[in-house]
């Protein structure tokens, strides 16, 4: 189980009117699962994120990463823990640092004392993963959104987590570049590595095995993508909305169309139109 929370409430320090942006919240989020987390702006989705790699410490209640608590003052353990839930944020620009490709790759492992040979492999590893090895020695100035996304994840992976968070790590790119970040999530996933991806694109959640909805720091939904899109009442009170086939779904079904009532990708509602007699 390598993320753990109990009963974590998050209040952001302010002179007057401290901000409580996560409240009472108690999940676990299991080895290999692909895990969404939607709800509105202000919602605590970020402040949820960021608290499980102790870049924040719950303010009470615990967070732990395979059993260790986030809330210790040990500059090495945090690192550790930080090293195990990698993350990566909504604006590429702001976490390129390098002008080379691999070296935007080789600080992470640098940091973390690899041995030079290893590096490389790293790199090698964490560009192939992202299917961008051809960039190696290239500037990172220069390439689509997508592709700057896809290097910020190689640069966590190369620092080899065992959990990769994704805060609104598509929200800037085009439908072209969502797909490509979108698609190294499901291949990582497949490979072991468990997905946080936190999105407000429905579409990209109903691919997860699990959605969490987030609603003023409270966890207020938590089920498969079936379980949470079917509720769409829920969905319309927290300011959710439907993915698109499912929405297009529950207007034909609505106006009588006789269509089963489950969570349609666009191929299946497609297909399920044209069997309609
Ligand atoms: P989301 O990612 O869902 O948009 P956030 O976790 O960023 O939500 O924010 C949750 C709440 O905390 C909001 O009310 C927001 O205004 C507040 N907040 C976020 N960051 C800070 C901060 N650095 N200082 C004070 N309040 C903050
Ligand atoms: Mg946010």
């Not at 993320?3 to 320090?13: D, G, L, M, Q, R």
């Not at 800037?172 to 999530?185: F, I, Q, S």
């Given at each position: 189980m390598p993320i753990k929370f109990e009963k974590v409430t998050y209040e952001y320090p302010a002179e007057e009117n401290a901000v409580v942006a996560v409240k009472d919240v108690s999940l676990e989020i299991a080895d290999g699962s692909f895990?969404?987390?939607?709800?509105?702006?202000?919602?605590?989705?970020?402040?949820?994120?960021?608290?499980?790699?102790?870049?924040?410490?719950?303010?009470?209640?615990?967070?732990?990463?395979?059993?260790?608590?986030?809330?210790?003052?040990?500059?090495?353990?945090?690192?550790?823990?930080?090293?195990?839930?990698?993350?990566?944020?909504?604006?590429?620009?702001?976490?390129?640092?390098?002008?080379?490709?691999?070296?935007?790759?080789?600080?992470?492992?640098?940091?973390?004392?690899?041995p030079r040979e290893e590096i490389g492999e790293r790199i090698d590893y964490a560009l192939s993963a992202v299917g961008m090895t051809e960039h190696r020695r290239h500037t990172p100035y220069k390439l689509?959104?997508?592709?700057?996304?896809?290097?910020?994840?190689a640069a966590v992976l190369a620092m080899r987590p065992e959990v990769l968070v994704l805060d609104e790590s598509t929200a800037m790119l085009d439908p072209k570049g969502r797909g490509e970040v979108l698609k190294v999530?499901?291949?990582?996933?497949?490979?072991?590595?468990?997905?946080?991806?936190?999105?407000?694109?429905?579409?990209?959640?109903?691919?997860?095995d699990r959605v969490i909805?987030?609603?003023?720091?409270?966890?207020?939904?938590?089920?498969?993508?079936?379980?949470?899109?079917?509720?769409?009442?829920?969905?319309e009170r927290y300011g959710l909305e439907l993915p698109a086939p499912d929405a297009v779904a529950a207007e034909l079904i609505k106006e009588g169309i006789p269509l089963e009532d489950k969570i349609y990708s666009e191929s299946e509602l497609a297909e399920a139109i044209c069997r309609l007699k």
């Amino acid at each position: 189980m390598p993320i753990k929370f109990e009963k974590v409430t998050y209040e952001y320090p302010a002179e007057e009117n401290a901000v409580v942006a996560v409240k009472d919240v108690s999940l676990e989020i299991a080895d290999g699962s692909f895990v969404c987390i939607c709800g509105e702006n202000g919602s605590g989705k970020s402040t949820l994120a960021m608290l499980m790699n102790g870049l924040l410490q719950p303010t009470s209640g615990a967070v732990t990463v395979d059993g260790k608590t986030t809330s210790t003052e040990e500059e090495e353990e945090l690192f550790a823990i930080r090293q195990k839930v990698g993350m990566v944020f909504q604006n590429p620009d702001n976490q390129m640092i390098a002008s080379i490709i691999e070296d935007e790759i080789a600080f992470g492992p640098e940091n973390l004392g690899v041995p030079r040979e290893e590096i490389g492999e790293r790199i090698d590893y964490a560009l192939s993963a992202v299917g961008m090895t051809e960039h190696r020695r290239h500037t990172p100035y220069k390439l689509s959104g997508g592709q700057k996304q896809r290097i910020a994840i190689a640069a966590v992976l190369a620092m080899r987590p065992e959990v990769l968070v994704l805060d609104e790590s598509t929200a800037m790119l085009d439908p072209k570049g969502r797909g490509e970040v979108l698609k190294v999530a499901e291949e990582l996933n497949k490979q072991g590595i468990t997905i946080v991806l936190i999105t407000h694109f429905m579409e990209e959640a109903t691919r997860a095995d699990r959605v969490i909805v987030m609603s003023e720091g409270k966890v207020v939904m938590d089920g498969t993508p079936e379980q949470v899109f079917r509720d769409r009442e829920s969905i319309e009170r927290y300011g959710l909305e439907l993915p698109a086939p499912d929405a297009v779904a529950a207007e034909l079904i609505k106006e009588g169309i006789p269509l089963e009532d489950k969570i349609y990708s666009e191929s299946e509602l497609a297909e399920a139109i044209c069997r309609l007699k």
